[in-house]
């Protein structure tokens, strides 16, 4: 039997929940698809996707982060901020975390123009490095962590950011990320926008990896359907972060 306000309670405190248990961020992969799965028209061009009620929405999950991290390729196709602006107080800045296995976080980008201390970037190359100098003096920092599959070891990039005590963890990338973090089962909840559109062929698929992962893929558990008129959130959980005692939802 649920409890009053059980359900609002746990989901309120599932971030903390796992971070206690594992010392691991929680982690919500977020994004803005059309019908057909599709997020941008073609490689390297943003894509302005779903309407400002699910922006809105998209905007205040971001305000419920304590770090959000993207991949190198998000970076260089729309130079974005990746900065809370909802205008509400936070309980700490948002640390904003790059994947760079290369190194390839341009200097004159707005997420190195603009950091203060809250900008991190994970790669694999030396953080001696030249690239990695200047991005320190600019206020970056770098972090080595080991390869996997001759890329950034996502596993990794959780540890270290959980013994920085951060607790939940906004995924918000293209589909290379998307697709390796699903693989690497780092994923605890999707909060996926859709539009109510297709893109049709030659776009950009949410997520980057061959159809043969598709038997093994997870379902969905406890997932609902939120309207952000006129487009839809579709959410829901892939790890049970309280144990045996999922999160269990009255939608």
């Known amino acids: ?52 009620g699910a922006r809105a929405a ?39 975390a790059v994947v760079d296995s290369r190194l390839r976080l341009p200097l004159k980008s707005k997420l190195v123009k603009s950091a203060k201390s809250d900008v991190i970037v994970f790669t694999t190359q030396r953080a001696d490095s030249r690239k990695a100098s200047a991005l320190k003096r600019a206020g970056v920092e770098v972090v080595r962590v080991p390869a996997r599959a001759g890329h950034v070891d996502l596993r990794k990039v959780l540890h270290e950011l959980g013994t920085r005590k951060i607790l939940h963890v906004l995924l918000e990338a293209g589909a290379e990320l998307n697709g390796a973090a699903l693989k690497s089962d780092i994923v605890d909840k999707v909060a ?5 559109k297709f893109m049709g062929t030659g776009g950009v698929p949410a997520v980057g990896m061959s159809s043969r992962w598709f038997a093994k893929s997870p379902a969905l558990k406890s997932f609902r359907v939120e309207r952000c008129e006129p487009d839809f959130l579709v959410e829901g959980y892939f790890h049970d972060v309280y144990g045996n005692h999922g999160i269990r939802r009255k939608d």
């Not at 409890?3 to 992969?29: D, H, Y």
């Not at 982060?65 to 130079?79: N, Y």
């Open 1 to 52: 039997m649920v409890g009053v306000e059980e359900c609002v309670a746990k989901e309120l405190n599932e971030a903390f929940a796992k971070w206690i248990r594992t010392g691991l961020p929680f982690v919500t992969l977020k994004a803005a698809l059309t019908l057909d799965g599709q997020i941008a028209e073609r490689a390297g061009r943003a894509t302005a996707i779903t309407d400002s």
């Open 58 to 96: 998209a905007h205040r999950l971001r305000h419920s982060a304590d770090a959000l991290l993207t991949g190198i390729g998000t970076v260089l196709a729309d130079d974005p901020f990746l900065t809370d602006r909802s205008g509400e107080p936070r309980r700490k800045k948002l640390l904003r």
């Open 192 to 196: 996926l926008f859709y539009a109510p």
